[in-house]
T-cell receptor
Framework: GAVVSQHPSWVICKSGTSVKIECRSL??????MFWYRQFPKQSLMLMAT?????????EQGVEKDKFLINHASLTLSTLTVTSAHPEDSSFYIC??????????????????FGDGTRLSIL | EDKVVQSPLSLVVHEGDTVTLNCSYE??????LLWYKQEKKAPTFLFML????IEKKSGRLSSILDKKELFSILNITATQTGDSAVYLC????????????FGQGTTLQVKP
């Protein structure tokens, strides 16, 4: 159980293009999903927390107009990198916790990760 | 500032060796500590630790948490080449944000 699917796994596109990445929880509901960015040989950096039915919460230094997040249902969150440039090239990973709500047990569930999306902007 | 520090940053061993990976943390409100294994794609979950002194074990891997000294260790016995990966430690502050703070990771290479 607790499978998170991320699509696409690899994107190559020209500078100035907008790219949408999908994150789905396949066998559970998740009111909250997380988007991370990882540079080569570095750890995961949290970009934003995606909240179903409300605005995402962005970490300090992350441009919300650049990285648009939509969490329209309990099983799907999308990250759109708008007008992407070469410096946006990175590995983007989403995660989700098993739990439709934020009850007492939710905080004790580990985050499960999608397989990531490698974004290359030419 | 909340932070998670892992050591060593990289490690090379031979098959059959035992390794110990370290993770220390400083967070305002601690809830849980998690270990993940990352190979070529996204991290896969290994352990979640919330209580001090209780060892979690899965096959050749085990982990324990010390909330007084603010650290955790991940042990791998009888290492195999398939254990080669980046091992990530993450700490979850309390509350319902669900946010995790990751350490830099330890890159483990197991040679045949």
């Amino acid at each position: 159980g607790a499978v998170v699917s991320q699509h696409p796994s690899w994107v190559i596109c020209k500078s100035g293009t907008s790219v949408k990445i999908e994150c789905r929880s396949l066998d559970f509901q998740a009111t909250t999903m997380f988007w991370y960015r990882q540079f080569p040989k570095q750890s995961l950096m949290l970009m934003a927390t995606s909240n179903e039915g409300s605005k995402a919460t962005y970490e300090q230094g992350v441009e919300k107009d650049k990285f648009l997040i939509n969490h329209a249902s309990l099983t799907l969150s999308t990250l759109t990198v708008t007008s992407a440039h070469p410096e946006d090239s990175s590995f983007y990973i989403c995660s989700a916790r098993d739990g439709a709500g934020q009850g007492a047990g939710w905080g004790n569930q580990p985050q499960h990760f999608g397989d990531g999306t490698r974004l290359s902007i030419l | 500032e909340d932070k998670v520090v892992q050591s060593p940053l990289s490690l090379v061993v031979h098959e059959g060796d035992t390794v110990t990976l370290n993770c220390s943390y400083e967070v305002t409100n601690f809830r849980s500590l998690l270990w993940y294994k990352q190979e070529k794609k996204a991290p896969t979950f290994l352990f979640m630790l919330t209580s001090s002194g209780i060892e979690k074990k899965s096959g050749r891997l085990s982990s324990i948490l010390d909330k007084k000294e603010l650290f955790s260790i991940l042990n791998i016995t009888a290492t195999q080449t398939g254990d080669s990966a980046v091992y990530l430690c993450a700490v979850g502050p309390s509350g319902n944000t669900g946010k995790l703070i990751f350490g830099q990771g330890t890159t483990l290479q197991v040679k045949p």
